[in-house]
């Protein structure tokens, strides 16, 4: 794996002064979602490739379909927006060239030039969706972004990357053990996850482009649930070498830095909020497992989660108004959204069994796993509930996703 590098300039005339404030105000109330229609991608030079043409349209349709302020459209007939991609292939390189334009003022908001090797098509498409997120609403989108997750191979379990939409799975563990949890680090360029694969279950840290790793945390018994800080300096983790689950920080090379929970209960899942000030945890320390919030520091405690009798798995919201966790009831999981104070707790799923929220580096989606089609598999959907969407590579038990930021 490794970087894509990418030749990204601005085409033609200056982009609309709004644009960079966003198109739209995503904040006033919408009647109505903006129609934008794909066109069919022509050549910059020689002939057009009926599979790239093809490729390029729906990636584009699901991108902007799910992102939640387009309907996007089979025509132009009526559209908002019009979608222009053009490119050519020499070798075994591309270039694409796309644009954005307004067809009632028949202006162009957006436009981008990328070049790279011709198995980098489909990053430059959702590199090109992330711009336009950006240009009509002012936050880019989360598109080139990577999904970390967990696959169950012959009683094993081993660690995938696949892109956002579960194109191009690729494997980074293959060691014929337990392996579990991975946790992105904030640059995108790193995951850390449990493995057993020395017979404890150990913290490791991997490196996505050299595929360097490191055992940082073997203490005696559980180290597990890591969790990045948001400046990626510390990790939040459970250990249990004292004999019980309690949550601590360790620095990334694995030196202990502080515990910060300490009681007879058990204490999991630590989960930062964006601004690195607080993490939320499980603990039963109330007979159940239920969210909790504290200081990063492991003071001013309180109970999150007072509905339901088993809470799980928080994630906080990058933007901070939200935590997303599971609660267990009527023989399963469902997703659920809180506020950081406990207000508005909201069911987002339904069907099947949901587990592991994550929400996407821009917060407009959250990822997690469900049993709805039979075996555990990775969907996304936006933060409010809407939009499910199946995105697992393959019919393998898939589980624990994570979602990068772009690379």
Same mark, same amino acid.
């Given at each position: 794996?490794?970087?894509?590098?990418?030749?990204?300039?601005?085409?033609?005339?200056?982009?609309?002064?709004?644009? #960079?404030?966003?198109?739209?105000?995503? !904040?006033?109330?919408?009647?109505?979602?903006?129609?934008?229609?794909?066109?069919?991608?022509? #050549?910059?030079?020689?002939?057009?490739?009926?599979?790239?043409?093809?490729?390029?349209?729906?990636?584009?349709?699901?991108?902007?379909?799910?992102?939640?302020?387009?309907?996007?459209?089979?025509?132009?007939?009526?559209?908002?927006?019009?979608?222009?991609?053009?490119?050519?292939?020499?070798?075994?390189?591309?270039?694409?060239?796309?644009?954005?334009?307004?067809?009632?003022?028949?202006?162009?908001?957006?436009?981008?030039?990328?070049?790279?090797?011709?198995?980098?098509?489909?990053?430059?498409?959702?590199?090109?969706?992330?711009?336009?997120?950006?240009?009509?609403?002012?936050?880019? +989108?989360?598109?080139?972004?990577?999904?970390?997750?967990?696959?169950?191979?012959?009683? @094993?379990?081993?660690?995938?990357?696949?892109?956002?939409?579960?194109?191009?799975?690729?494997?980074?563990?293959?060691?014929?053990?337990?392996?579990?949890?991975? $946790?992105?680090?904030?640059?995108?360029?790193?995951? /850390?996850?449990?493995?057993?694969?020395?017979?404890?279950? $150990?913290?490791?840290?991997?490196?996505?482009?050299?595929?360097?790793?490191?055992?940082?945390?073997?203490?005696?018994?559980?180290? *597990?649930?890591?969790?990045?800080?948001?400046?990626?300096?510390?990790? *939040?983790?459970?250990?249990?070498?004292?004999?019980?689950?309690?949550?601590?920080?360790?620095?990334?090379?694995?030196?202990?830095?502080?515990?910060?929970?300490?009681?007879?209960? /058990?204490?999991?899942?630590?989960?930062?909020?964006?601004?690195?000030?607080?993490?939320?945890?499980?603990?039963?320390?109330?007979?159940?497992? =239920?969210?909790?919030?504290?200081?990063?520091?492991?003071?001013?405690?309180?109970?999150? !989660?007072?509905?339901?009798?088993? @809470?799980? !798995?928080?994630?906080?919201?990058?933007?901070?108004?939200? /935590?997303?966790? *599971?609660?267990? +009831?009527?023989?399963?999981? =469902?997703?659920?959204?809180? &506020?950081?104070?406990?207000?508005?707790?909201?069911?987002?799923?339904? #069907?099947?069994?949901?587990?592991?929220?994550?929400?996407?580096?821009? +917060?407009?989606?959250?990822?997690?796993?469900?049993?709805?089609? +039979?075996?555990?598999? /990775?969907?996304?959907?936006?933060? $409010?509930?809407?939009? =499910?969407?199946?995105?697992?590579? @393959?019919?393998?038990? @898939?589980?624990?996703?994570?979602?990068?930021? &772009?690379?």
């Amino acid at each position: 794996m490794r970087i894509l590098m990418l030749l990204a300039m601005l085409l033609l005339a200056p982009q609309m002064a709004q644009a #960079a404030e966003g198109y739209i105000d995503v !904040t006033a109330p919408v009647s109505r979602k903006l129609k934008l229609f794909p066109a069919p991608t022509t #050549a910059l030079a020689g002939q057009v490739t009926p599979e790239v043409s093809r490729e390029l349209s729906e990636l584009f349709g699901m991108d902007l379909g799910l992102a939640g302020p387009f309907e996007v459209s089979g025509d132009g007939a009526g559209a908002d927006l019009i979608l222009k991609s053009s490119y050519s292939a020499q070798g075994g390189n591309i270039t694409l060239e796309c644009r954005l334009v307004d067809r009632v003022l028949n202006r162009e908001i957006t436009a981008k030039r990328y070049s790279g090797s011709s198995k980098e098509l489909r990053r430059m498409g959702h590199a090109f969706s992330d711009e336009v997120l950006r240009a009509v609403t002012g936050e880019k +989108g989360p598109f080139t972004g990577k999904i970390a997750y967990v696959t169950k191979i012959s009683g @094993n379990k081993e660690i995938f990357v696949m892109d956002y939409d579960g194109r191009n799975p690729q494997r980074l563990t293959n060691n014929g053990s337990i392996n579990l949890k991975p $946790d992105f680090a904030p640059s995108g360029k790193e995951i /850390i996850y449990t493995s057993y694969k020395k017979g404890n279950p $150990d913290l490791y840290r991997r490196e996505l482009f050299t595929g360097l790793e490191a055992r940082i945390s073997s203490r005696n018994g559980l180290n *597990a649930m890591g969790a990045y800080s948001p400046d990626g300096g510390k990790i *939040a983790m459970v250990m249990s070498k004292d004999g019980n689950s309690e949550i601590y920080l360790i620095s990334r090379e694995g030196k202990e830095l502080a515990r910060l929970t300490n009681n007879h209960a /058990i204490d999991v899942s630590p989960a930062w909020s964006p601004d690195g000030s607080r993490i939320a945890f499980v603990s039963d320390r109330l007979g159940k497992p =239920q969210v909790f919030v504290m200081n990063a520091d492991g003071g001013n405690l309180r109970r999150l !989660t007072t509905n339901g009798a088993y @809470n799980v !798995t928080p994630r906080w919201s990058p933007k901070g108004d939200r /935590i997303a966790y *599971a609660r267990q +009831g009527g023989g399963g999981f =469902q997703i659920h959204a809180i &506020n950081p104070d406990g207000t508005q707790d909201t069911q987002l799923t339904s #069907a099947g069994s949901n587990e592991h929220p994550r929400f996407s580096p821009d +917060g407009r989606f959250i990822v997690f796993s469900s049993t709805r089609d +039979g075996a555990e598999a /990775i969907y996304l959907m936006r933060a $409010d509930g809407s939009g =499910q969407t199946r995105v697992s590579p @393959n019919k393998a038990q @898939n589980s624990h996703p994570t979602w990068s930021v &772009n690379w």
